[in-house]
């Protein structure tokens, strides 16, 4: 069995463990600030999110600015991208009292770990990480450093508050089996500092974006969560379906047809078959429409709890100016067990 299909079918016991004792768990999870957040995000981890913490697990989101420039140049629009992400995540019900929301570049501590964490890995095993590849591959640049080993700069995020469970798509489940390594082998050099955390996977692990493909916004086959109606009416629109009147779930052979069944089926509760077989020999309008309705009804609570946020002109920097703060403190008192684990506290007696 593959080490994703491992995975997958550890779930089930692990939600048991997780909703009997939700006090022992804490959750690191987010998301590089690269643009407005979309579908694929939604049902991929943000939901999961809400549900765990509904649950009563601890949350703790990272807007991993730092792997912002794994594969480009700059963090454009940063400060926009932060803003527009903390927004989705309260829209979506995240309890701002109760999440530490915070950026990479805020928390010197936690950059730190990085140093000790890279003396634990080999060049060979970060060279044969696959989401690091396709993302290689798909950048059409160059390996940087950065590049090579953000994953274990990941491993960071997660340890530095000691989380042990990390809701993600299947994209980022070699990062986690990463950070269990890095944890593993710290713990058997230096003491037992860290958990080994683990990977819940999303029952939605990808969403493919209106062409058939992975949703992505550099694709440009997205639909954010905050776009309008008519936005969501314009690009749902623009998908690229065929001739053939009968509506069949065919991601392959009918990759946009097959993105609309499954972005509506998300959004109703409800499986591509299904509304496959609903929408029978009515073409690819009636498809379309079925979708766009689909998305404006499910968001459209979201998109108005947004709005409504978005009004309040102090909110973002209160939630980054308390969740930046909460982090050093425990990113702090981390390196400090690290340091004495690695005999580095010389200030002491
Ligand atoms: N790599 C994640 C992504 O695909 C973002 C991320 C950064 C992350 N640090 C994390 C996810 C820690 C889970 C845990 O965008």
């Known amino acids: 069995m593959d080490s994703f299909s491992a995975t997958v079918s550890r779930m089930a016991a692990l939600e048991a463990r997780v909703a009997s004792d939700p006090g022992r768990f804490r959750v690191l999870t987010g998301e590089r600030p690269t643009g ?17 913490q509904g649950l009563g697990v601890e949350t703790v989101l990272v807007l991993a600015d730092y792997q912002v420039i794994t594969d480009r140049d700059t963090a454009d629009n940063g400060a926009t991208n932060v803003r527009d992400a903390i927004l989705d995540y309260l829209a979506a019900g995240m309890d701002r009292a109760a999440t530490t929301i915070f950026t990479h570049s805020s928390v010197p501590a936690l950059n730190q770990l990085l140093l000790p964490f890279l ?6 095993e970060l060279r044969r990480n696959p989401t690091v590849k396709a993302e290689l591959a ?56 860290f958990p080994e955390p683990e990977a819940l996977i999303t029952r939605a692990p990808e969403v493919p974006g209106l062409d058939g493909r992975k949703m992505s916004k550099s694709y440009g086959n997205a639909i954010a969560l905050s776009m309008t109606a008519d936005e969501t009416a314009a690009v749902v629109r623009r998908t690229l379906t065929d001739a053939e009147r009968r509506i069949t779930f065919d991601p392959t ?34 498809l379309k429409e079925f979708t766009i309705e689909a998305v404006n009804t499910r968001f459209a609570q ?48």
């Open 36 to 52: 407005r957040l979309h579908l694929g995000h939604y049902f991929g981890t943000v939901r999961e999110r809400v549900r765990l």
């Open 119 to 124: 003396s634990l890995v080999t060049e060979v």
């Open 138 to 193: 798909a950048s059409g640049r160059s390996l940087s450093g950065l590049m090579l080993t953000y994953p274990v700069h990941q491993a960071a995020d997660i340890l530095f508050c000691k989380a042990n469970l990390v809701p993600v798509g299947k994209d980022n489940l070699p990062h986690v089996e990463l950070t269990r390594t890095v944890a593993r082998r710290f713990n058997d050099r230096f003491g037992a500092v």
């Open 253 to 286: 052979g009918r990759p946009g047809v097959s993105a609309l069944l499954t972005t509506a089926a998300l959004c109703t509760d409800s499986t591509p078959e299904a509304i496959a077989e609903e929408l029978g020999n009515g073409g690819g309008r009636a």
């Open 302 to 349: 979201h998109r108005r709890r947004r709005a409504e946020l978005a009004k309040d002109p102090g909110l973002i920097t209160d939630v980054l100016n308390a969740g930046n703060r909460r982090a050093n403190e425990v990113a702090e008192a981390t390196l400090d067990e690290v340091r004495a684990a690695m005999g580095m506290n010389y200030s002491a007696p």
